[in-house]
C-alpha cells in the first residue's frame, strides 16, 4: 500500500497521469547487462544483434536471418493499452512490432492472439506507429515482440506502451484515444474516427438501447449537408448496425440492438463513426434495457366514421363502428361510449368488431375506451380516443378508405409543389397548367395580403397548405399560448377559404429530436379547431416504424421525404439505397399507420449539389426525365396516395422544370386511374427486376410496367389482357400480346404505363386558358436568372456573429417583433455598412429612417446606413418577421470604415409586436420594454449551418 502511494504521490508532483506512465521497463535501452543485452530485455532469434545508442535499438542479423527481442509484460486485462514506437531501416525493408498474449483454453490446449503482428514495410525516414489493445482474461504469458525481418538494420525508438485514456461507464468504459478534445460530458469525434464503448455488460435474450444527442460541428465536405454517423455493435446481435445523420444543431439519437437468446458472450462493443468531414459532439449518453410490450402493435379504430374519429354530416351512416385486432391471450372487450352505451366483444384468435347505433348522436365530443381481458377476466390493455361529431361546413376536406381527401365530396389527386418560388400570378398558372395542384404558404400577419394571396392561388385552382408549427411543450401555460396564436392566425376567413387544403404541423419530428407529447396535443387542438382540413406530418428516411407510430398518430396525412439521386446515396436509411428505395419508403409509410391514413411522400425537386451555393452550376446533378418518372411511378404504386417535390426553390437550371413539369402533367393524366382504380396483384414475370403492376378501372385494365434496375433488360409475361391490344401512352404505339404473352425489351429505369382502353379523363381540371401567359411562355429561365443575379457578387459568410430573436417568439412559427441595438457614432461619415440576413423577412430602420428590406434568410444584404448616422447615439431596429415555418432568426454585423464595430449577440433587445402596430420612435426611451434576445446559436449551427452568403 505504501509502495502504490508513494507512486501516486511521485506521479502527482511530476505533473503525469497514470495513463502518462511508461510500463515498459528499460523502454530506452540504456541499462545494459553484463552479457551486452539490454535489462528486461531477452533474445528471441537466435542471429539477434544489436547496437544501443542515444535512447534507441538497432536490431540486425546476417544471412537474411531474423533479428527479434522480446520483453515480459504484466499488464491489466481487459482494458486497452496504447503501444506506440518511432522506427527507420538503414535500407527500405520489413519488420514487425506486436504484443502476443498466450491463453490456456479449458481444454489445455494453447492459443496465440495478437496485437499488430503483421509484417509492414520500413522506409530510412523516422516513421511513428500506435495501435490500441486489449489482452485477454488469465493469460499465461504476455510479451512484446521488436524484429527486423530479413536483418537489415532497424532502429527503435520512443518505445512506450502505456494504458490507453478511458472513461467507465455502465460496467464498461469508452476508449478515449485520439478524442483529446472531449469535454468531460461528451464525446468529440472527428470524421473518420472512432469513439468505443467496450465491453459493456449485457444478457442473452435482451433488448437494450443507447441514446444520445449529436451535434455536427463545421461543414461535411460534401453536397449532402449533413453529418452521416453509423454505430456498431459486436460481437454479432440483431441490429447491429444503425446509420443516422444530423446538423450542426444537437439531435437525440438512439440505437436499439438484441442480443441473442444463445450469445455466449457477456459483453458487447459499440463504435460510433462519423464518416463525413467535420467533428460530431456526442452528449448525454443513456443505456437501458428495453421491456419489449407484447400489445404494442394492437390495434383499436373505428371504421365507421373512418376518418379522424368524426362524424361528418356528409358521411353520417347513423351508426359508429369499429375493430379490434390484438392476438390470442386477448378473449374479451368491453367497448364504451358515452352518449351511446357499451357493447362487449367475444374475440376470436385475439380479433372482433363492434357497432353502435348512433342516428341520434347530439353534435359534441364523446371519450371512447376499450378494456382487452384475457381468459381470466385480467384486463390486458385499454384503448381511449374521442369520437367527435360536427355539423355541416362550407368546406369540408375529409379521407376515405382508399387513402384519397374528397373536398365537399369531389375527390382530390394531391401533386403538390412544397415551395412554388416566385409566387407570381404567372408562375402559379404555369405551374398549374402543368398538373400542380397544391403547394405551401405561409400565413404573414397581412390579413389583407393573406387572403389576396389565397384568392390568387384559387383563381389558378391551386390548393393550399398552411404551416402551423407546433407547440414546444404540452405545459398547460405554453398551450395556451400556442392555442392563442393558432387563433389569432388562422381566422374564421382564411380556414373556410376555398383554396385552403389543410395544415403541415411539422417536419422531420423525430429525426430532429423533438417529443411527441407535444405534437400529439397540439394535433388534438387542430381537431377541435378547425375539423374540416386535415394535418400533416412529415418524416425524414430515417427510424423504424414502432418509432415512428406516436409522430403519425398526431396527424392525418402521414409520410417522408426520400432524395435518392445520384444513387446510391445515403439519404435513404434502409439498405436500399438506389432510386427503388422510394417505393419502400412508401411502404414503410403506409404501414406505420397500418393503412389507414393517407401517404403523402416527399420526392426530389432538385440537385443536392444546388443547395450549397459554392458549388458551380454545371457540377448539379439532377434527376433526368427517366428517372424523375420512375421515382414518381415507384411511388404511386407503393401505396403512395399523394405525389409531393421538395427543393424547387434550389433549382438554378432552368431546363429542370420541364423535367418536373413533364411528370407532374402525366400524373394529371392518370389520376383518375390512382383515385378511382382497384390496383390488383402485379403479374409475375420471368425477370426480378422487371415489376408488373395492374391496376383495373372500371371493365378495362391498364398496366405498370417497370424495369427497376440501371441496365437494360427483358422480361416475358403473360399481360392477363387475353389478345387484345394495349396502348402505350406515351407515344399511342401498341402491344400486341401473343397467345396472352408479352415480351418486352425495356432500357434502364424505364416505365411503361399501356392499357386496354384510353385513359379515364383526369380527376382534376387544369385552369383556364390564359393568353397573356402563354404568350409569356415558360417564366422560369428569367427569373431564375434574376435570383442568381442577387447572388452574383457574394461570398460565403464566415463572421462569428449569432442568430438572434425574441426569447418568447423563438418558437412561435409566423411571429413577428422588433429587434434593435443601440451603437455610438464618434465621428460620422466614414462608410458605414450594415450586413443582415432574417429567417424570413425584414425592414431596417436606422434612427427611424428606412434603410433596407431582407427576404431570404440566406443572403446577407449589405445596406449602405452611413447616410442615416448622426454623431452620438444611434438605434438600429428591425422589424422581423417569421413567414411561418420555424426556424426564425436575424443575423447581423455592423461594420464602419471597414471595421466590425458590433454584431448580433446577446446584448441586442426584442420585443413581439403586432402587424397593425407602428414603428415607435427612434430614441432609448422607445426601447424601455425590450428585453434581452434570445441567442438561438453561433454562426454555423442550427438549420441554417454554414451556408449563408454575403454581399461583398
Request: charged content about 20%.
Amino acid at each position: 500500500m505504501k509502495k502504490l502511494f508513494l507512486l501516486v504521490a511521485l506521479l502527482a508532483c511530476a505533473g503525469a497521469s497514470a495513463q502518462d506512465v511508461n510500463l515498459l521497463k528499460n523502454a530506452n535501452f540504456q541499462e545494459m547487462g553484463p552479457n551486452g543485452f539490454p535489462v528486461h530485455w531477452r533474445s528471441a532469434s537466435p542471429d539477434t544483434q544489436l547496437k544501443a545508442a542515444d535512447d534507441s535499438i538497432t536490431l540486425f542479423a546476417t544471412d537474411d536471418k531474423a533479428a527479434t527481442i522480446t520483453q515480459a509484460l504484466s499488464l491489466e486485462s481487459d482494458v486497452p493499452h496504447v503501444f506506440s514506437y518511432q522506427i527507420k531501416a538503414d535500407a527500405p525493408t520489413e519488420a514487425q512490432a506486436y504484443i502476443e498474449t498466450v491463453v490456456t483454453l479449458p481444454d489445455g490446449k494453447k492459443k496465440w492472439v495478437n496485437s499488430g503482428a503483421k509484417r509492414f514495410n520500413v522506409e530510412t525516414s523516422w516513421n511513428e506507429y500506435k495501435v490500441t489493445f486489449s489482452i485477454p482474461d488469465n493469460p499465461s504469458s504476455c510479451y512484446l515482440a521488436l524484429r527486423s525481418v530479413s536483418g537489415t538494420p532497424v532502429t527503435f525508438k520512443n518505445v512506450n506502451i502505456r494504458a490507453a485514456r478511458i472513461r467507465k461507464q455502465w460496467g464498461g468504459y469508452w476508449n478515449l484515444e485520439g478524442l483529446a478534445d472531449s469535454p468531460d460530458n461528451g464525446l468529440l469525434v472527428p470524421g473518420g474516427k472512432e469513439a468505443q464503448l467496450l465491453k459493456l455488460p449485457v444478457e442473452p435474450g435482451k433488448t437494450y438501447r443507447i441514446s444520445y444527442t449529436a451535434q455536427g460541428m463545421g461543414a461535411t465536405g460534401q453536397d449532402y449537408p449533413f453529418h452521416e454517423i453509423t454505430s456498431l455493435v459486436t460481437p454479432k446481435v440483431t441490429g447491429a448496425y444503425s446509420f443516422n445523420d444530423v446538423t450542426n444543431s444537437p439531435q437525440p439519437k438512439n440505437h436499439t440492438f438484441t442480443v441473442p437468446k444463445d450469445a455466449d458472450f457477456k459483453t458487447v462493443n459499440i463504435a460510433f463513426t462519423p464518416k463525413t468531414a467535420g467533428k460530431v459532439l456526442f452528449t448525454d449518453f443513456t443505456f437501458q434495457e428495453v421491456i419489449p410490450d407484447a400489445t404494442a402493435e394492437w390495434q383499436f379504430h373505428l371504421t365507421e366514421p373512418f376518418y379522424r374519429d368524426t362524424i361528418y354530416a356528409s358521411q353520417d351512416t347513423g351508426r359508429v363502428a369499429g375493430e379490434l385486432i390484438a392476438d390470442p391471450t386477448a378473449v374479451k372487450a368491453k367497448v364504451t361510449i358515452d352518449g351511446l352505451g357499451s357493447t362487449e366483444i367475444t374475440l376470436t384468435q385475439g380479433q372482433g368488431s363492434f357497432a353502435f347505433k348512433a342516428e341520434q348522436l347530439a353534435i359534441g365530443r364523446y371519450p371512447v375506451t376499450c378494456n382487452v381481458y384475457d381468459a381470466k377476466g385480467a384486463v390486458l390493455k385499454q384503448f381511449t380516443l374521442t369520437l367527435a361529431k360536427v355539423p355541416a361546413n362550407s368546406v369540408e376536406v375529409i379521407a376515405k378508405p382508399n387513402g384519397y381527401f374528397y373536398i365537399n365530396g369531389k375527390p382530390f389527386f394531391p401533386v403538390t409543389q412544397w415551395n412554388i418560388a416566385f409566387s407570381s400570378p404567372e408562375v402559379y398558372y404555369y405551374s398549374a397548367k402543368n398538373g400542380i395542384n397544391s403547394c405551401f404558404y405561409s400565413v404573414g400577419n397581412n390579413k389583407e395580403k393573406v387572403m389576396a394571396d389565397l384568392d390568387k392561388a384559387h383563381t389558378y385552382g391551386l390548393k393550399l397548405i398552411l404551416p402551423t408549427g407546433v407547440a414546444g411543450s404540452n405545459a398547460p401555460e405554453i398551450m395556451a399560448r400556442y392555442r392563442e396564436r393558432i387563433t389569432k392566425t388562422f381566422t374564421p376567413e382564411i380556414r373556410n377559404h376555398p383554396a385552403v387544403l389543410g395544415y403541415f404541423l411539422v417536419d422531420e419530428p423525430l429525426w430532429g429530436g423533438r417529443p411527441s407529447e407535444p405534437i400529439r396535443a397540439s394535433y388534438e387542438f387542430f381537431k377541435e379547431f378547425d375539423p374540416y382540413h386535415p394535418c400533416w406530418i412529415n418524416a425524414a428516411p430515417r427510424n423504424e416504424n414502432p418509432e415512428l407510430r406516436p409522430y403519425a398518430a398526431a396527424c392525418d396525412i402521414w409520410g417522408a421525404d426520400i432524395y435518392p439521386y445520384p444513387y446510391p446515396n445515403t439519404h435513404s436509411g434502409i439498405d436500399d439505397k438506389g432510386l427503388t428505395s422510394v417505393g419502400k419508403y412508401c411502404l414503410r409509410m403506409s404501414e406505420t399507420t397500418y393503412g389507414r391514413k393517407p401517404t403523402w411522400m416527399a420526392l426530389q425537386g432538385f440537385a443536392w449539389a444546388s443547395l450549397n451555393r459554392e458549388t458551380p452550376v454545371e457540377k448539379h446533378q439532377y434527376p433526368d426525365d427517366t428517372v424523375m418518372r420512375f421515382m414518381a411511378m415507384d411511388a404511386m404504386l407503393n401505396k403512395c396516395t399523394g405525389y409531393g417535390l421538395w427543393g424547387t426553390q434550389y433549382i438554378r437550371t432552368p431546363s429542370f422544370y420541364d423535367t418536373i413539369h413533364k411528370t407532374t402533367s402525366e400524373l394529371h393524366k392518370l389520376s383518375r386511374l390512382f383515385v378511382d382504380g382497384a390496383q390488383q396483384e402485379d403479374i409475375s414475370t420471368d425477370n426480378q427486376d422487371v415489376r408488373v403492376a395492374v391496376i383495373k378501372h372500371q371493365a378495362e385494365t391498364y398496366l405498370f410496367i417497370l424495369n427497376l434496375t440501371d441496365q437494360p433488360t427483358e422480361a416475358h409475361f403473360n399481360a392477363g389482357v387475353g389478345q387484345r391490344k394495349l396502348t402505350v401512352f406515351a407515344d399511342n404505339s401498341a402491344l400486341q400480346p401473343a397467345n396472352g404473352q408479352l415480351t418486352l425489351p425495356l432500357e434502364p429505369f424505364q416505365v411503361i404505363v399501356c392499357g386496354t382502353a384510353a385513359l379515364p379523363p383526369p380527376i382534376y381540371e387544369l385552369p383556364k386558358a390564359n393568353q397573356e401567359f402563354d404568350q409569356l411562355g415558360n417564366p422560369f429561365p428569367g427569373l431564375i436568372e434574376a435570383e442568381a443575379e442577387k447572388y452574383r457578387n457574394t461570398k460565403f459568410y464566415r463572421g462569428d456573429a449569432s442568430w438572434i430573436w425574441d426569447k418568447a417568439l423563438v418558437k412561435a412559427a409566423g411571429s413577428l417583433c422588433l429587434i434593435a441595438k443601440t451603437f455610438e457614432v464618434k465621428t460620422p461619415g466614414k462608410k458605414a455598412f450594415l450586413k443582415i440576413a432574417v429567417d424570413d423577412f425584414s425592414k431596417i430602420y436606422v434612427n427611424g429612417k428606412l434603410v433596407g428590406e431582407t427576404d431570404a434568410w440566406s443572403l446577407m444584404k449589405k445596406i449602405d446606413i452611413t447616410a442615416a448616422l448622426t454623431p452620438g447615439e444611434n438605434i438600429i431596429m428591425v422589424r422581423a418577421e417569421d413567414s411561418g415555418s420555424l426556424p426564425c432568426g436575424l443575423l447581423a454585423e455592423l461594420e464602419i470604415d471597414e471595421k466590425t464595430v458590433l454584431k448580433s449577440d446577446g446584448s441586442w433587445l426584442a420585443k413581439p409586436i403586432q402587424a397593425k402596430d407602428p414603428m415607435p420612435e427612434a430614441n432609448k426611451n422607445s426601447l424601455s420594454t425590450f428585453q434581452p434576445v434570445i441567442v438561438i446559436t453561433p454562426y454555423g449551427g442550427g438549420a441554417w449551418g454554414t451556408r449563408v452568403v454575403a454581399q461583398q
